[in-house]
């Protein structure tokens, strides 16, 4: 059984708390590779964004100063 602290005291958990902190540990590692793969979706898309602005004939330095505020 995993130990607990609570108020200073040490016990183990309950086979329910146990299984509560599994289902939480597993959420939080969906969560995590969700925003990973957000992060580099968004990456890839300012990428394939830049690479269409440049085949339209744009220069790069058209491309940043249409992007940067």
Same mark, same amino acid.
């Given at each position: ?8 005291? %040490?016990? !183990?958990?309950?086979?329910?708390? $146990?299984?509560?902190? *599994?289902? !939480?540990? +597993?959420? $939080?590692? %969906?969560?995590?590779? +969700?925003?990973? +793969?957000?992060?580099?979706?968004? +990456? ?10 440049? *085949? &339209?004939?744009?220069?790069?330095? $058209? %491309? !940043?100063? &249409?992007?940067?505020?």
């Amino acid at each position: 059984m995993t130990k607990i602290q609570i108020n200073n005291t %040490v016990r !183990d958990m309950t086979a329910e708390e $146990e299984a509560q902190r *599994d289902k !939480d540990i +597993a959420n $939080e590692i %969906v969560y995590a590779e +969700a925003r990973v +793969a957000a992060e580099a979706e968004k +990456a890839t898309n300012k990428t394939n964004g830049n690479q269409k602005l440049l *085949d &339209l004939g744009l220069t790069q330095a $058209e %491309v !940043d100063a &249409l992007i940067s505020n």
